[in-house]
């Protein structure tokens, strides 16, 4: 996704007499960020601002407590102090959700540069500023029942999201393999290729290895041997049908994926309530400590930069593409780039609550629960489904097509 993401820039840095695109790039960062309609530039302040609102919602949820006792209208969240947090989760994600829909509705279908809704989406910074904090505010003052229908819909949005960051991810794993694979790289990235692919393969092997010693200590961690089992199998399902010889897709790219369904599987056990005598990690991060707020931090961001790197690959979802770009056409799709903005407002709920509102989540803790372990791995089995479709699909098309004109 990066990568794509480094020829859009190179591509506008390369435009000719357009002048805004130029005259953006060979300004200092601040002085475009001031003076300037930079898309580019506009991505990071959509990130910074979506991560205050990942702030807040982890301090409502954690530190929260006691100000929302104060208000009258939660008090019909069950009456538990737990559910209270998980309910100021929600109020500010729905806020984000609503400011970030308010800019998809309001950018969608903009395709070029220099026009109104080109400038409102790259400036006017003091409005939209006030707006989100507005937005932020007013859910408070929302009732609670209304909060809890929120909070199920908001289950479909973060699964929409998932399902839209997965075909990002395996959309860049085939870039990078038909890019590796072209006429002119073939030879000279043949040796790096096989590199790779090796490599990934045995990370693969030794963490499956690994999950085997860590969380299945005795033959009665039935589920989790499941998991790691089925992982494994799916693993090899993958290579062979990418080695398939109508398919020929080779090694690198069932590696990567590997890669992928192998992390997604340690994250889903990882999700196990602490307390289970499966789960001896879990067990030790149940305290408090640096390693438990490192992990927590780091999760928090890499759930933000997910988002960002995902909003940012329109491209990856457009069913017939640009070879090259107009002078005046936007680097990414405004539209696309709110609404993955929108539905991860409603995953990071998600993930600050378990998917679960009423389940107590520690402090320093995200996405840990039961409901939070089924949500992986089904997101890891549609993973695989939707790499073989990828691969199959074109067999299936032409063998349709042969069928129809026979």
């Given amino acids: 996704m990066g990568a794509r993401v480094a020829d859009l820039e190179s591509n506008i840095s390369r435009i000719g007499n357009s002048g805004s695109a130029v005259r953006l790039e060979e300004e200092a960062w601040c002085s475009q960020f001031r003076n300037g309609s930079n898309p580019w530039m506009a991505r990071y302040m959509y990130g910074l601002m979506f991560l205050a609102a990942n702030l807040l919602a982890w301090v409502a949820r954690d530190y929260g407590h006691g100000a929302m006792t104060e208000i009258n209208r939660l008090k019909g969240c069950h009456g538990t102090k737990d559910c209270l947090g998980a309910e ?48 932020m505010i007013i859910p408070f003052l929302i009732p609670a029942p209304l909060i809890q229908l929120y909070g199920e819909i908001a289950h479909f949005g973060a699964g929409v999201f998932l399902l839209i960051q997965l075909i990002s991810i395996i959309g860049f794993i085939t870039w990078l393999n038909d890019c590796f694979q072209s006429d002119e790289k073939a030879e000279r ?58 398919i020929k897709s080779g090694y690198l790219t069932p590696g990567l994926m590997g890669l ?40 928090l961001l890499a759930m933000v930069i997910a988002t960002f790197s995902t909003g940012i690959d329109s491209q990856c979802f457009q069913f017939r593409k640009k070879d090259m770009m107009a002078e005046d056409d936007v680097p990414y799709g ?61 067999l299936i098309w032409k063998s349709i097509q042969a069928h129809v004109t026979t």
């Fill in 334 to 394: 405004y539209g696309f780039f709110h609404f993955v903005f929108a539905t991860g407002a409603m995953y990071f709920s998600m993930l600050l609550i378990g998917w679960n509102t009423h389940y107590p989540m520690k402090k320093w803790t995200i996405d840990v629960g039961w409901t939070s372990t089924w949500v992986r791995i089904v997101n890891e089995w549609i993973a695989v489904c939707v790499y073989l479709w990828m691969l199959l699909a074109p």
């Fill in 260 to 299: 992928y369904i192998v992390f997604i599987c340690w994250c889903a056990i990882r999700s196990e309530p602490a307390g289970e005598s499966c789960n001896r990690k879990a067990e030790a991060s149940n305290r408090t400590d640096w390693l438990t707020i490192i992990s927590f931090v780091v999760a």
């Fill in 189 to 246: 990235c043949h040796l790096y290729v096989m590199l790779f692919s090796t490599m990934a393969y045995v990370i693969c092997i030794v963490g499956i290895i690994l999950m085997y010693i860590w969380y299945t200590p005795d033959p009665s961690c039935l589920l989790n041997i499941f998991f790691i089992t089925w992982t494994l199998v799916l693993l090899q399902l993958m290579t062979s049908v990418s080695l398939h010889p109508k």
């Fill in 88 to 135: 100021g989760v929600l109020r500010v994600s729905l806020g984000c959700f609503t400011f970030y829909i308010i800019m998809f509705l309001s950018t969608v279908g903009n395709s070029k540069l220099d026009n109104r809704r080109d400038s409102w989406h790259s400036g006017w910074w003091a409005v939209k500023i006030v707006l989100l904090v507005g937005l």
